[in-house]
C-alpha cells in the first residue's frame, strides 16, 4: 500500500493503539508493522530502527568525560528496553562506513517506521547520508551522546538537522530511549 496507507491488518488489543485511522503527513510513512510471534501469538508492531555511526562502537572507552562511561552493549539494551516500554520492535546497529550507513537507510523507506540516527563525525560532513534521510522518507531523530553546541565550533554544524524531524543531544544513553519515545508519540499522534 502507498504513503499515507496502513501497511499490515492491526490486531485489535495489540501493543498500542490503531494510527491507521489517521491521516499521516507525507513525510511521514504509514506505521509499517513487524510481525512478532509469541506462544503462537501474531502480534504486529511498529519497527524502529537505531543507527549508530563511526567510533560509536568505542563507546565506554572512548573519552568518558565526553561520552560517558556506558558501553555500546548498554547502549543496545537501553534501546531494547525502551522498545519494549512503548511495545515496538527495534533494531540497533553500527557502521565506521558512511556507504554502510547509507544502504542501511536506503533499505528502511517502506519497511521501517521511523529511526534515530546517531552519525558520530558524518554528523558534520556528510550530505549523501543527508539525501539519504530525504530518498527514504523515514522520520529520522537527529541524536548525539554529547552537546555538540558546547563543544568545538566545527560540531556546531549539521548536514542532517534540516531534514531530521528532531534533535536530541547531550543526554547521553538516556537520549536513545527519548527519542524512541518521541518517534513514537509523533507517528501515533501525527
Ligand atoms: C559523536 C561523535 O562521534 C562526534 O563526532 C560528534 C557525537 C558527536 C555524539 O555526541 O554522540 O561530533
Same mark, same amino acid.
Not at 9 to 19: E, S, T
Not at 119 to 148: C, F, K, M, Q, W
Given at each position: ?38 506462544? /503462537?501469538?501474531?502480534?504486529? +508492531? ?37 522498545? /519494549? ?82 534533535? +536530541? ?22
Amino acid at each position: 500500500m502507498g504513503q499515507g496507507g496502513c501497511q499490515g491488518k492491526a490486531i485489535p488489543g495489540a501493543f498500542h493503539r490503531n494510527p491507521c485511522d489517521k491521516p499521516f503527513p507525507s513525510r511521514i510513512v504509514a506505521p509499517i508493522r513487524a510481525v512478532v510471534t509469541v506462544f /503462537g501469538v501474531r502480534f504486529e +508492531m511498529m519497527k524502529f530502527l537505531v543507527l549508530n555511526g563511526p567510533n560509536l562502537n568505542m563507546l565506554g572507552l572512548r573519552e568518558p568525560s565526553i561520552y560517558g562511561h556506558a558501553t555500546y552493549a548498554d547502549l543496545e539494551a537501553r534501546c531494547h528496553a525502551a522498545a /519494549g516500554l512503548l511495545g515496538v520492535s527495534v533494531e540497533v546497529r553500527q557502521s565506521n562506513h558512511e556507504g554502510v550507513l547509507i544502504d542501511w537507510i536506503q533499505a528502511a523507506r517502506g519497511t521501517v517506521s521511523g529511526i534515530v540516527l546517531n552519525p558520530g563525525a558524518y554528523t558534520h560532513t556528510s550530505i549523501a547520508i543527508r539525501d539519504a534521510i530525504s530518498a527514504s522518507e523515514v522520520p529520522t531523530i537527529e541524536l548525539h551522546l554529547s552537546n555538540v553546541f558546547a563543544r568545538e565550533p566545527f560540531r556546531h554544524h549539521s548536514t542532517i538537522s534540516p531534514v531530521a524531524l528532531g534533535v +536530541m543531544c547531550g543526554f547521553g544513553i538516556d537520549g536513545y530511549q527519548w527519542a524512541l519515545t518521541a518517534l513514537h508519540a509523533k507517528i501515533v499522534h501525527a
